[in-house]
């Protein structure tokens, strides 16, 4: 899978998740590295919306800024996950395209995490009557 990727403040947990997902076997583009979160959020959930990656993934202090940024971008769907469970839901039920994570709540490990299970996950067929409603 192609991921955006991006963060307004890069940190040890922002170049480990991007080194997990390559492991992983994804390819990462850096899309925004140490930019404001308003832009970064664009970025990422532009880079998707134009078909440039599969899904983004986006950091910011609280991680809603980018979050914020990123449902600007129309037909982007972020979501702020905290928890893999969480993750799952936002790709399962809201077909969110987009995951944001906070540098303030999420070490390396819980975000690894947290993308396998968002990156991990497909969209339950059952809710695509919900889903069609945010457009």
């Known amino acids: 899978m192609r991921i955006a990727y991006g963060t307004d403040d890069p940190t040890d947990s922002t170049a480990a998740l991007r080194v997990h997902l390559q492991e992983a076997g994804h390819e990462v583009v850096t899309v925004a590295d140490g930019i404001d979160w308003p832009d970064a959020g664009r970025a990422v959930a532009e880079a998707v919306v134009a078909g440039r990656a599969d899904a983004g993934i986006v950091w910011c202090w609280t991680g809603t800024g980018v979050v914020m940024a ?37 070490t ?24 069609d409603r945010l457009s």
């Open 70 to 106: 990123a449902t600007k971008v129309d037909g982007a769907r972020a979501a702020l996950c905290v928890d893999p469970e969480t993750a799952r839901g936002a790709r399962r039920w809201n077909d969110a395209n987009v995951l944001g994570l906070s540098l303030r709540l999420t």
């Open 108 to 131: 390396a490990a819980l975000a690894a995490e947290i993308a396998d299970a968002f990156l991990g996950s497909s969209v339950d067929p059952g809710e695509q009557r919900l889903i």
